[in-house]
């Protein structure tokens, strides 16, 4: 079923190993990859994605009293949440509606309270350390820090749970429950993590898959009004068993998508890469930025930036498929503010904020096929 309401990006945020804040992301240079260790096999390391933790920025939220025992993940969700909410006037705040998305979760910190206590003993189990061994942690401190006053929501998934929580987003509004809807993913990497990854057989030396963390949010509301781009109505999601039944249901995604709107790749480094491409045969593509990684529902915010900052007068829509590495899938339809083809009324120049995120005078991405 199909929610038809019109939905408005009025600001985005996001963290990466590109750095902070969402212009980082349009960045022509791929980040430094750096190498990390089986938490099995301590002598075995792969390349991954990590956010540079020496930025001085990050002593902010280490001072923050409500994060001061809190791992990064709830650091980097802080960060993507302030970002986009620092415009915001305060009596606004106590009606906007949290969504958070999450895969791995808090397992980061839960293996450091298990380990602790097993290496320490009863006095390390306080109950101060539990609430950070659950997933909805750090949805709780964002909203107290920044004082945020609608409903809250934790969702956990792939990165097909981008979508689901844009759709969470949709209903809110549409029935009255917020005035803006905050949408917000966040990942940690840590051994743990990279074991189960290990374990999956995504980590081979001829597949250029590599494990990322980071965050990335959008402020949603349903007015045009200084809205950077619009975010059109999606599918419902496409649930699959195996790698046969989503070829299948791949096939039939792409028999759906709007004709003569190019779409922007997001899953050319996974294993999901060639059905991508079989799906996407028939359609003009947008060649991606640099590779940031994996991060589960936070590729899924950062590939939505990122293809946000291409609508143009020229390009006015734009196709994102979101290829759930484990569950399902689905795509989102972006569209330029003030486009002919649109329902937004508002001043073209507003949609032009996140265009001029690029740190390039020109892109050096171009549009294949016709």
């Known amino acids: ?89 305060e009596q606004e705040k106590s009606r906007i509606g949290l969504i958070a998305i999450f895969n791995n979760g808090s397992i980061g910190h839960t293996v450091r309270f298990v380990a602790g206590y097993r290496g320490q003993g009863r006095r390390f189990a306080s109950p101060l350390l539990f609430p950070e061994t659950v997933y909805n942690a750090a949805t709780s401190h964002a909203a107290a820090v920044f004082g945020l006053g609608g409903p809250c929501s934790t969702l956990v998934g792939d990165e097909s749970a981008w979508i689901d929580g844009i759709r969470m987003a949709r209903v809110w509004l549409r029935l009255g429950h917020v005035s803006t809807a905050l949408v917000v993913a966040a990942e940690e990497l840590t051994p743990v993590t990279l074991d189960a990854y290990y374990s999956a057989r995504w980590l081979r030396r001829k597949r250029p898959f590599r494990p990322a963390e980071g965050s990335a949010a959008l402020l949603l509301t349903a007015h045009s009004h200084q809205a950077l781009f619009e975010v059109q109505e999606a599918p419902t999601n496409l649930p699959y068993r195996n790698r046969q039944e989503l070829v299948r249901l791949a096939s039939a995604l792409a028999a759906d998508l709007p004709p003569n709107v190019p779409a922007y790749r997001t899953a050319q480094a996974s294993w999901l890469g060639s059905i991508e491409r079989a799906a ?82 020109s892109s050096p991405f171009h549009e294949r096929g016709s």
Not at 5 to 24: C, D, F, K, M, Q
Not at 296 to 322: C, D, F, K, M, N
Not at 325 to 345: K, N
């Open 1 to 89: 079923m199909v929610d038809r309401l019109p939905l408005y990006v009025n600001a985005v945020g996001a963290v990466s190993a590109a750095g902070i804040g969402a212009e980082n992301l349009t960045k022509c240079c791929p980040p430094a990859e750096k190498e990390m260790a089986l938490a099995s096999s301590p002598n075995r390391s792969f390349r991954v994605f990590l956010v540079d933790r020496s930025d001085p920025r990050w002593n902010t939220w280490m001072m923050e009293p409500r994060l001061r025992r809190a791992g990064a993940m709830a650091q980097f969700f802080a960060e993507a949440v302030r970002q986009v909410v620092e415009n915001v006037p």
């Open 280 to 361: 996407l045969r028939d359609i003009s593509l947008l060649d991606p930025y640099p590779y940031l990684g994996e991060a589960w529902a936070v590729s899924a915010g950062w590939h939505t930036i990122r293809a946000a900052s291409l609508l143009s007068e020229r390009r006015t829509e734009i196709l994102l498929p979101i290829w759930g590495t484990t569950h399902q899938l689905s795509w989102l339809q972006l569209r330029r503010i003030g486009s002919t083809a649109g329902r937004a009324d508002a001043s073209t120049a507003s949609a032009e904020r996140i265009e001029a995120t690029k740190t390039a005078p």
